[in-house]
């Protein structure tokens, strides 16, 4: 773990809204997030869904039949393979060759990351930090499959070229963004770990797992970034814990009590100076999200930071090692309920710091 960084409860999204008007998703993000303003990504756009972003640039990517998917039955694949390896050999050999190679992203295909540059690079004061993100390596290769419809991430081959190709893209977004002098954070979005250890995985062992999520924490570590592992559901939260991320996001809201039962990892992760991202906002479910205040989210924090105390953490680095979030990206919700969110993300925030 590289972390020096110290959040202090400030607030900062997972990464997404229901509009699709790029230059609206910044103005929203500066005026609710600004200490860590963020890449907002939407998902209303099809070019930026969670396989769909990052899939440009690997060996045997077709569309035929309408369906993304790599085919490695086709003439060109082993040509294919063999020109990516060469690729990554050739940034990994000499990490300023990255900007023009594969592994960066087009305007194409992230609009908003250049939109979320352009209002960087117009700040009057830097900020706290700044977040990337991107589709984590086990969520991608068991999005993405091939020809016979099978997960790229049961072939090794096709696993390992997609591994690398998100850690490589990872490393894309913290060279972009370090110019800007801060701590820059990069979240692997892994809803598919939710899944792990169930029957839809059976035959993926830990080993798979953390190999996958080493590979690009390594990658973003290696560029100087911050990593951090957001799953928003439950999960084996000790595959998280346990490894080199210096971030761990949960959905507080609704699966802190799973969380917490992780207590000897859950405290050596933050003796070793590790951040806790609460999903303390509700995102899943409408009622929840009309229903609660930032007079009872705050509470609710306050008794889970209380928990998190009893197993030996003092409560200020509680606090000092905390981000303020919502569960998850807003993306699915209307742009009512998505403004609820974040408004009252931002009022816990302020509230636990005493703004």
Same mark, same amino acid.
């Given at each position: 773990m590289t972390n020096d960084f110290l959040p202090e409860a400030r607030p900062a999204w997972i990464g997404s809204l229901p509009i699709t008007d790029h230059a609206e998703a910044v103005r929203l993000m500066m005026e609710y997030t600004p200490e860590i303003p963020i890449w907002i990504q939407l998902p209303h756009n099809p070019n930026e869904k969670m396989v769909e972003q990052f899939a440009p640039g690997m060996p045997g990517l077709s569309a035929a039949d309408g369906k993304l998917h790599v085919d490695g039955q086709s003439e060109t694949f082993d040509d294919e393979m063999l020109s990516f390896f060469e690729d990554y050999m !050739? &940034?990994?050999?000499? #990490?300023?060759?990255? !900007?023009? $190679?594969? *592994? $960066?992203?087009?305007?194409?295909?992230?609009?908003? *990351?250049? !939109? *979320?540059?352009?209002?960087? =690079?117009?700040? $009057? $004061? #830097?900020?706290? !930090?700044?977040?990337?993100?991107?589709?984590? #390596?086990?969520?991608f290769a068991t999005g993405l499959v091939d020809e016979e419809g099978r997960a790229v991430f049961y072939n090794?081959?096709?696993?390992?070229?997609?591994?690398?190709?998100?850690?490589? @893209?990872?490393?894309?977004?913290?060279?972009?963004?370090? @110019?800007?002098?801060?701590? &820059?954070?990069? *979240?692997? =979005?892994?809803?598919?770990?939710a899944g792990f250890g169930s029957s839809a995985f059976i035959s993926v062992s830990r080993d798979d797992i953390d190999a996958a999520l080493g590979e690009v924490i390594s990658a973003i570590h290696e560029e100087g970034g911050l990593a951090g592992v957001h799953v928003c559901a439950n999960s084996e939260w000790s595959v998280i814990l346990d490894s080199e991320a210096d971030i761990v996001s949960f959905d507080a809201y609704s699966f802190f009590d799973k969380f917490v039962i992780y207590g000897d990892s859950i405290r050596r992760f933050m003796d070793d100076g590790g951040i806790l991202a609460w999903g303390i906002v509700p995102t899943g479910d409408t009622d929840a999200i009309e229903a609660e205040s930032t007079d009872s989210l705050h509470a609710r924090w306050v008794e889970n930071a209380k928990a998190i105390e009893s197993l030996g953490v003092e409560r200020s680095r509680v606090t000092a090692q905390s981000l303020i979030t919502p569960s998850c990206g807003t993306g699915s919700l209307s742009l009512e309920l998505a403004t609820r969110v974040i408004r009252m993300n931002r009022e816990v925030s302020d509230r636990i710091r005493g703004v």
């Open positions: !050739a &940034v990994t050999e000499d #990490p300023s060759r990255i !900007a023009e $190679s594969r *592994f $960066s992203l087009s305007r194409e295909v992230a609009p908003g *990351f250049y !939109a *979320f540059m352009e209002a960087l =690079d117009n700040l $009057s $004061s #830097p900020p706290a !930090a700044v977040k990337g993100q991107v589709t984590g #390596p086990f969520t090794d081959q096709l696993r390992d070229a997609a591994v690398r190709m998100i850690a490589m @893209k990872a490393r894309w977004q913290v060279r972009m963004l370090k @110019k800007y002098g801060v701590p &820059v954070i990069v *979240f692997l =979005d892994e809803p598919a770990l």
